[in-house]
Protein backbone atom coordinates (compact mmCIF):
# COMPACT_ATOMS: atom_id res chain seq x y z
CA UNK A 1 0.00 0.00 0.00
CA UNK A 2 1.36 3.21 -0.99
CA UNK A 3 2.48 5.91 1.74
CA UNK A 4 1.77 8.93 2.34
CA UNK A 5 4.81 11.37 3.01
CA UNK A 6 3.48 14.38 4.77
CA UNK A 7 4.99 17.69 5.51
CA UNK A 8 7.23 17.60 8.85
CA UNK A 9 7.26 20.16 11.82
CA UNK A 10 10.75 21.28 10.90
CA UNK A 11 10.30 23.91 13.67
CA UNK A 12 8.61 24.52 17.33
CA UNK A 13 6.49 27.48 15.19
CA UNK A 14 6.03 26.22 11.94
CA UNK A 15 2.41 25.85 11.03
CA UNK A 16 3.05 25.87 7.19
CA UNK A 17 6.38 25.50 4.34
CA UNK A 18 7.03 26.23 1.24
CA UNK A 19 8.57 23.72 -0.80
CA UNK A 20 11.76 25.59 -2.52
CA UNK A 21 13.35 22.47 -4.59
CA UNK A 22 12.57 18.90 -4.62
CA UNK A 23 15.84 16.74 -4.43
CA UNK A 24 14.19 13.41 -6.10
CA UNK A 25 11.76 13.35 -8.85
CA UNK A 26 8.59 10.42 -9.79
CA UNK A 27 10.34 7.32 -10.35
CA UNK A 28 13.45 7.84 -8.24
CA UNK A 29 13.88 5.06 -5.73
CA UNK A 30 13.90 6.50 -1.71
CA UNK A 31 15.41 4.96 1.17
CA UNK A 32 14.30 6.12 4.19
CA UNK A 33 16.73 8.86 5.98
CA UNK A 34 16.88 9.91 1.94
CA UNK A 35 16.39 14.18 1.69
CA UNK A 36 13.44 14.33 -0.86
CA UNK A 37 12.70 17.74 -0.83
CA UNK A 38 14.09 21.39 0.70
CA UNK A 39 11.25 22.93 2.32
CA UNK A 40 11.44 27.13 3.15
CA UNK A 41 9.83 27.20 7.15
CA UNK A 42 9.77 30.45 9.36
CA UNK A 43 13.20 30.55 10.16
CA UNK A 44 15.34 28.33 7.32
CA UNK A 45 15.60 26.53 4.66
CA UNK A 46 15.56 22.96 5.52
CA UNK A 47 15.40 19.13 3.92
CA UNK A 48 12.70 17.21 4.47
CA UNK A 49 13.69 12.99 4.64
CA UNK A 50 11.57 10.33 4.23
CA UNK A 51 10.77 7.89 6.75
CA UNK A 52 10.09 4.59 4.29
CA UNK A 53 11.72 2.83 1.33
CA UNK A 54 10.32 2.58 -2.06
CA UNK A 55 9.54 4.91 -5.07
CA UNK A 56 8.78 8.12 -5.25
CA UNK A 57 4.97 7.45 -7.25
CA UNK A 58 3.25 11.27 -6.86
CA UNK A 59 4.42 15.09 -6.06
CA UNK A 60 1.43 16.70 -4.44
CA UNK A 61 3.10 19.91 -3.89
CA UNK A 62 5.27 21.58 -6.41
CA UNK A 63 8.09 23.69 -5.99
CA UNK A 64 7.59 27.07 -5.04
CA UNK A 65 4.20 25.86 -3.21
CA UNK A 66 3.09 26.04 0.48
CA UNK A 67 0.92 23.84 2.41
CA UNK A 68 0.44 23.19 6.13
CA UNK A 69 2.58 20.91 8.54
CA UNK A 70 0.97 17.58 8.61
CA UNK A 71 -0.64 17.94 4.99
CA UNK A 72 0.56 15.17 2.34
CA UNK A 73 3.09 16.61 -0.07
CA UNK A 74 3.73 13.16 -2.03
CA UNK A 75 3.85 9.93 -2.04
CA UNK A 76 6.01 6.68 -1.36
CA UNK A 77 5.38 2.61 -2.71
CA UNK A 78 6.42 0.21 -4.92
CA UNK A 79 6.79 1.31 -8.70
CA UNK A 80 3.38 1.12 -10.33
CA UNK A 81 1.38 1.26 -6.83
CA UNK A 82 -1.79 3.34 -7.66
CA UNK A 83 -2.46 6.21 -5.11
CA UNK A 84 -5.28 4.89 -2.88
CA UNK A 85 -8.67 6.36 -4.05
CA UNK A 86 -10.00 7.04 -0.34
CA UNK A 87 -6.77 10.08 -0.51
CA UNK A 88 -7.60 13.46 -1.70
CA UNK A 89 -4.87 15.88 -3.23
CA UNK A 90 -4.67 18.50 -1.20
CA UNK A 91 -4.48 22.27 -2.91
CA UNK A 92 -1.48 23.94 -2.38
CA UNK A 93 -1.89 26.95 -0.16
CA UNK A 94 0.45 28.85 -2.54
CA UNK A 95 -0.36 27.41 -5.92
CA UNK A 96 -2.34 29.26 -8.60
CA UNK A 97 -6.32 28.56 -8.26
CA UNK A 98 -8.93 29.39 -10.34
CA UNK A 99 -10.49 33.00 -8.77
CA UNK A 100 -14.45 31.60 -8.52
CA UNK A 101 -14.53 29.34 -5.76
CA UNK A 102 -14.86 31.20 -2.21
CA UNK A 103 -12.21 31.49 0.32
CA UNK A 104 -13.88 28.63 2.65
CA UNK A 105 -13.34 26.10 -0.32
CA UNK A 106 -9.77 26.56 -0.97
CA UNK A 107 -9.12 26.03 2.58
CA UNK A 108 -11.24 23.14 2.88
CA UNK A 109 -9.23 21.60 0.12
CA UNK A 110 -6.09 22.58 2.18
CA UNK A 111 -6.79 20.70 5.45
CA UNK A 112 -4.56 17.71 5.95
CA UNK A 113 -6.51 14.40 5.13
CA UNK A 114 -7.38 11.72 7.79
CA UNK A 115 -4.40 8.92 8.23
CA UNK A 116 -5.39 5.87 5.92
CA UNK A 117 -7.68 3.54 8.60
CA UNK A 118 -5.52 0.93 7.24
CA UNK A 119 -2.46 1.78 8.51
CA UNK A 120 -2.51 1.59 12.62
CA UNK A 121 -0.16 3.69 14.57
CA UNK A 122 2.38 1.09 16.03
CA UNK A 123 4.96 1.51 18.66
CA UNK A 124 8.02 2.83 17.23
CA UNK A 125 9.78 0.29 18.32
CA UNK A 126 8.11 -2.80 16.20
CA UNK A 127 8.51 -0.57 12.80
CA UNK A 128 8.37 -3.16 10.03
CA UNK A 129 12.00 -2.20 9.13
CA UNK A 130 13.52 -2.11 12.01
CA UNK A 131 14.04 1.77 11.73
CA UNK A 132 13.06 4.14 14.66
CA UNK A 133 9.56 6.42 13.31
CA UNK A 134 10.00 9.43 14.78
CA UNK A 135 10.03 13.21 12.98
CA UNK A 136 13.54 15.33 13.43
CA UNK A 137 11.68 18.09 15.92
CA UNK A 138 10.60 14.55 17.95
CA UNK A 139 14.20 13.10 17.88
CA UNK A 140 15.45 16.76 18.78
CA UNK A 141 13.09 17.49 21.93
CA UNK A 142 13.76 13.51 23.16
CA UNK A 143 17.22 13.74 23.62
CA UNK A 144 17.15 16.71 25.09
CA UNK A 145 14.60 15.96 27.14
CA UNK A 146 16.19 12.36 28.25
CA UNK A 147 13.18 10.52 26.59
CA UNK A 148 13.35 7.42 25.40
CA UNK A 149 11.57 6.97 21.52
CA UNK A 150 11.36 3.39 21.76
CA UNK A 151 8.60 3.41 24.88
CA UNK A 152 6.74 5.84 22.88
CA UNK A 153 3.38 5.34 20.92
CA UNK A 154 3.52 7.09 17.37
CA UNK A 155 0.42 8.73 16.49
CA UNK A 156 1.85 10.61 13.12
CA UNK A 157 1.68 8.61 9.76
CA UNK A 158 2.36 5.22 9.70
CA UNK A 159 3.20 5.39 13.67
CA UNK A 160 5.19 7.53 13.51
CA UNK A 161 6.47 9.79 17.02
CA UNK A 162 5.89 13.78 16.45
CA UNK A 163 6.23 16.52 18.30
CA UNK A 164 2.99 16.10 20.00
CA UNK A 165 3.94 12.43 21.12
CA UNK A 166 7.35 13.46 22.84
CA UNK A 167 5.09 16.62 24.51
CA UNK A 168 2.63 13.88 26.42
CA UNK A 169 5.37 12.16 27.17
CA UNK A 170 7.06 14.94 29.40
CA UNK A 171 3.91 15.94 31.03
CA UNK A 172 4.50 12.64 32.96
CA UNK A 173 7.52 13.56 34.29
CA UNK A 174 9.05 17.97 35.10
CA UNK A 175 6.83 19.81 32.65
CA UNK A 176 8.58 21.22 29.59
CA UNK A 177 8.02 24.85 28.28
CA UNK A 178 5.55 23.82 25.04
CA UNK A 179 8.04 25.86 22.36
CA UNK A 180 4.80 27.74 19.73
CA UNK A 181 2.23 26.05 21.77
CA UNK A 182 0.92 29.44 21.84
CA UNK A 183 1.08 30.74 18.58
CA UNK A 184 -2.06 31.36 16.75
CA UNK A 185 -2.97 29.71 13.13
CA UNK A 186 -3.66 31.82 10.09
CA UNK A 187 -7.11 32.82 9.64
CA UNK A 188 -8.65 29.99 6.90
CA UNK A 189 -9.30 31.86 3.22
CA UNK A 190 -7.16 34.64 4.04
CA UNK A 191 -4.84 35.76 0.87
CA UNK A 192 -2.81 38.58 0.43
CA UNK A 193 -4.72 41.17 -2.05
CA UNK A 194 -3.34 41.11 -5.82
CA UNK A 195 -1.63 44.32 -5.17
CA UNK A 196 0.20 44.06 -1.75
CA UNK A 197 3.83 41.80 -0.98
CA UNK A 198 3.73 38.59 -0.24
CA UNK A 199 3.96 37.33 2.90
CA UNK A 200 7.02 35.03 3.82
CA UNK A 201 6.82 32.06 6.26
CA UNK A 202 8.59 34.36 8.51
CA UNK A 203 7.20 37.07 8.97
CA UNK A 204 3.57 35.76 9.30
CA UNK A 205 5.26 33.85 12.78
CA UNK A 206 6.57 37.16 13.64
CA UNK A 207 3.07 38.56 13.24
CA UNK A 208 1.46 35.35 15.44
CA UNK A 209 4.02 35.08 17.83
CA UNK A 210 3.97 38.97 18.49
CA UNK A 211 0.11 38.84 18.39
CA UNK A 212 0.31 36.33 21.43
CA UNK A 213 3.01 37.96 23.37
CA UNK A 214 2.27 41.48 23.65
CA UNK A 215 -0.39 42.00 25.41
CA UNK A 216 -0.60 38.07 26.14
CA UNK A 217 2.26 38.69 28.77
CA UNK A 218 2.42 40.90 30.84
CA UNK A 219 6.00 43.22 30.35
CA UNK A 220 8.12 45.06 32.87
CA UNK A 221 10.77 47.70 31.61
CA UNK A 222 14.06 48.72 33.58
CA UNK A 223 16.34 50.66 31.98
CA UNK A 224 20.23 51.68 33.39
CA UNK A 225 23.14 53.44 31.59
CA UNK A 226 26.62 51.62 31.70
CA UNK A 227 30.32 53.77 31.35
CA UNK A 228 31.68 51.48 28.89
CA UNK A 229 35.17 53.16 29.15
CA UNK A 230 36.90 49.86 30.03
CA UNK A 231 34.66 48.05 28.09
CA UNK A 232 35.86 50.14 24.51
CA UNK A 233 39.79 49.56 26.62
CA UNK A 234 39.10 45.46 26.64
CA UNK A 235 38.15 45.85 22.71
CA UNK A 236 41.68 47.73 21.43
CA UNK A 237 43.65 45.96 23.46
CA UNK A 238 42.39 42.64 21.99
CA UNK A 239 42.19 44.42 18.38
CA UNK A 240 46.28 45.03 19.02
CA UNK A 241 46.63 41.13 19.72
CA UNK A 242 45.00 40.50 16.74
CA UNK A 243 41.52 39.25 18.36
CA UNK A 244 38.28 40.54 16.90
CA UNK A 245 36.00 41.58 19.59
CA UNK A 246 33.31 43.69 19.49
CA UNK A 247 31.27 45.65 22.05
CA UNK A 248 28.50 43.08 21.12
CA UNK A 249 30.73 40.33 22.24
CA UNK A 250 31.55 42.13 25.52
CA UNK A 251 27.55 42.34 26.11
CA UNK A 252 26.99 39.34 25.43
CA UNK A 253 29.91 37.13 27.19
CA UNK A 254 28.92 39.75 30.67
CA UNK A 255 25.36 38.74 30.50
CA UNK A 256 26.19 35.25 30.12
CA UNK A 257 28.01 35.84 33.22
CA UNK A 258 25.29 37.50 35.21
CA UNK A 259 22.78 35.06 34.49
CA UNK A 260 25.48 32.40 36.14
CA UNK A 261 25.81 34.93 38.62
CA UNK A 262 22.30 35.89 39.38
CA UNK A 263 20.48 32.41 38.19
CA UNK A 264 17.24 33.91 39.27
CA UNK A 265 17.12 35.66 35.98
CA UNK A 266 17.44 32.18 33.91
CA UNK A 267 13.91 30.63 34.51
CA UNK A 268 10.70 30.28 32.13
CA UNK A 269 6.99 30.29 32.42
CA UNK A 270 5.95 26.25 32.17
CA UNK A 271 2.37 26.61 32.61
CA UNK A 272 1.92 24.93 36.25
CA UNK A 273 5.66 25.63 37.11
CA UNK A 274 8.05 27.99 36.66
CA UNK A 275 11.00 26.22 35.32
CA UNK A 276 14.79 26.57 36.53
CA UNK A 277 17.54 26.37 33.98
CA UNK A 278 20.58 25.67 34.22
CA UNK A 279 22.65 26.21 31.11
CA UNK A 280 23.26 29.58 30.32
CA UNK A 281 22.06 29.84 26.76
CA UNK A 282 22.37 33.66 24.93
CA UNK A 283 20.17 34.83 22.18
CA UNK A 284 21.70 37.61 20.05
CA UNK A 285 18.94 38.99 17.55
CA UNK A 286 20.22 39.06 13.94
CA UNK A 287 17.92 41.05 11.53
CA UNK A 288 17.42 39.23 7.83
CA UNK A 289 16.29 40.29 4.69
CA UNK A 290 12.93 39.86 5.74
CA UNK A 291 12.42 39.40 9.26
CA UNK A 292 14.44 38.67 12.58
CA UNK A 293 15.99 35.60 14.14
CA UNK A 294 17.58 34.92 17.11
CA UNK A 295 20.26 32.34 16.78
CA UNK A 296 21.13 30.76 20.61
CA UNK A 297 25.03 30.97 22.10
CA UNK A 298 25.25 27.75 23.80
CA UNK A 299 27.08 28.05 27.17
CA UNK A 300 28.15 31.31 26.47
CA UNK A 301 29.19 31.89 30.26
CA UNK A 302 32.15 29.33 29.38
CA UNK A 303 33.29 30.70 26.48
CA UNK A 304 35.38 33.71 25.51
CA UNK A 305 35.11 36.58 23.90
CA UNK A 306 36.72 35.86 20.59
CA UNK A 307 35.08 32.89 20.94
CA UNK A 308 31.45 34.22 21.24
CA UNK A 309 32.76 36.77 18.66
CA UNK A 310 33.02 33.93 16.29
CA UNK A 311 30.40 31.98 16.62
CA UNK A 312 28.04 35.00 16.52
CA UNK A 313 29.62 36.06 13.28
CA UNK A 314 29.45 32.44 11.88
CA UNK A 315 25.26 31.81 13.04
CA UNK A 316 24.45 35.80 11.47
CA UNK A 317 25.87 34.73 8.13
CA UNK A 318 24.28 31.39 8.37
CA UNK A 319 21.02 33.11 9.39
CA UNK A 320 21.21 35.45 6.85
CA UNK A 321 21.33 32.55 4.21
CA UNK A 322 18.39 30.67 6.30
CA UNK A 323 20.71 28.04 6.89
CA UNK A 324 20.44 27.57 10.80
CA UNK A 325 19.12 24.13 12.40
CA UNK A 326 16.48 24.58 14.66
CA UNK A 327 18.05 23.84 17.70
CA UNK A 328 20.28 26.61 16.89
CA UNK A 329 17.53 29.59 17.43
CA UNK A 330 15.51 27.74 19.83
CA UNK A 331 15.53 27.82 23.81
CA UNK A 332 17.96 30.02 25.37
CA UNK A 333 18.29 31.96 29.09
CA UNK A 334 17.71 35.61 27.65
CA UNK A 335 18.25 37.60 24.28
CA UNK A 336 20.41 40.03 23.20
CA UNK A 337 19.23 43.03 21.17
CA UNK A 338 21.64 45.74 19.82
CA UNK A 339 20.38 48.32 17.98
CA UNK A 340 23.33 50.44 18.61
CA UNK A 341 25.33 49.77 15.22
CA UNK A 342 22.33 51.53 13.43
CA UNK A 343 22.84 55.17 16.05
CA UNK A 344 19.79 54.13 18.56
CA UNK A 345 20.08 55.64 21.95
CA UNK A 346 17.57 53.51 23.60
CA UNK A 347 14.68 51.05 22.91
CA UNK A 348 12.00 48.96 24.60
CA UNK A 349 12.10 45.12 23.12
CA UNK A 350 9.54 42.58 23.15
CA UNK A 351 10.07 39.28 24.80
CA UNK A 352 11.63 36.26 23.12
CA UNK A 353 9.11 33.54 24.59
CA UNK A 354 9.87 30.88 26.14
CA UNK A 355 12.47 33.42 27.98
CA UNK A 356 11.58 35.73 30.56
CA UNK A 357 13.57 38.77 30.17
CA UNK A 358 15.70 40.33 26.88
CA UNK A 359 17.85 43.24 26.71
CA UNK A 360 17.58 46.34 24.31
CA UNK A 361 20.89 47.82 23.75
CA UNK A 362 21.71 50.95 22.30
CA UNK A 363 24.93 52.92 21.29
CA UNK A 364 28.27 53.65 23.35
CA UNK A 365 29.08 57.91 23.13
CA UNK A 366 30.39 60.15 25.38
CA UNK A 367 28.25 62.39 27.17
CA UNK A 368 29.08 64.43 30.01
CA UNK A 369 28.47 62.98 33.70
CA UNK A 370 28.65 64.10 37.21
CA UNK A 371 31.59 61.75 39.51
CA UNK A 372 32.17 62.77 42.50
CA UNK A 373 30.86 66.98 42.11
CA UNK A 374 32.66 66.85 38.85
CA UNK A 375 31.28 67.24 35.22
CA UNK A 376 33.54 64.75 33.23
CA UNK A 377 33.15 62.86 30.06
CA UNK A 378 32.49 59.40 29.75
CA UNK A 379 31.54 56.17 27.11
CA UNK A 380 27.85 55.64 28.22
CA UNK A 381 25.22 52.80 26.79
CA UNK A 382 22.16 52.32 27.56
CA UNK A 383 20.48 49.09 28.78
CA UNK A 384 16.81 48.15 29.17
CA UNK A 385 15.45 44.88 30.15
CA UNK A 386 11.90 43.82 29.48
CA UNK A 387 10.90 40.89 31.86
CA UNK A 388 8.24 38.49 32.06
CA UNK A 389 6.25 39.49 35.50
CA UNK A 390 4.95 35.92 35.35
CA UNK A 391 8.06 34.75 36.40
CA UNK A 392 10.58 37.62 37.66
CA UNK A 393 9.27 40.72 39.50
CA UNK A 394 11.11 44.29 39.21
CA UNK A 395 13.27 43.78 42.33
CA UNK A 396 14.89 40.69 40.53
CA UNK A 397 15.07 42.60 37.23
CA UNK A 398 17.16 45.24 39.02
CA UNK A 399 19.46 43.05 41.16
CA UNK A 400 20.22 41.36 37.42
CA UNK A 401 21.00 45.43 35.65
CA UNK A 402 22.74 45.82 38.54
CA UNK A 403 25.18 42.67 38.12
CA UNK A 404 25.80 43.35 34.71
CA UNK A 405 26.29 46.73 35.03
CA UNK A 406 28.97 46.08 37.27
CA UNK A 407 30.71 43.41 34.60
CA UNK A 408 30.68 45.87 31.59
CA UNK A 409 32.44 48.61 33.54
CA UNK A 410 34.73 46.33 34.99
CA UNK A 411 34.92 44.21 32.35
CA UNK A 412 38.39 42.61 33.98
CA UNK A 413 36.39 39.71 35.81
CA UNK A 414 35.00 38.38 32.16
CA UNK A 415 38.40 37.30 31.07
CA UNK A 416 40.36 36.09 34.70
Not at 232 to 248: I, P, T, W, Y
Not at 310 to 331: C, I, Q, S
Amino acid sequence: MAIAVQLPALSPTMTEGKITRWLKKEGDKISSGTAIAECETDKSNLEIEAYDDGTLLKILVPEGSAAPVGSTIAWIGKPGEAIPEAAPVEKPLAAAAPAAPPAPAAATAAAPPPAPAARPAPLASQAGNGRLRASPLAKKIAATQGIDLATLQGTGPAGRIIKKDVEEALTRGPPAPAKGAAIARSAPGVRVPPQGLPVTQMRKVIAQRLTEVKPGVPHFYLNVDVEMDQALQLREEAKAKGLKVSVNDIVVKATAVAVRDFPRINQIFAGEVIQQLTNVDVGVAVAIEDGLITPIVRDADQKGLAEIGAEVRELAERARHKRLKPEEYTGGSITVSNLGMFGIDSFIAVLNPPQAAILAVGKVEPKVVVRDGQMVIHQMMSITLSGDHRVIDGAVGAQYLHQLKGLLEHPLRLVL
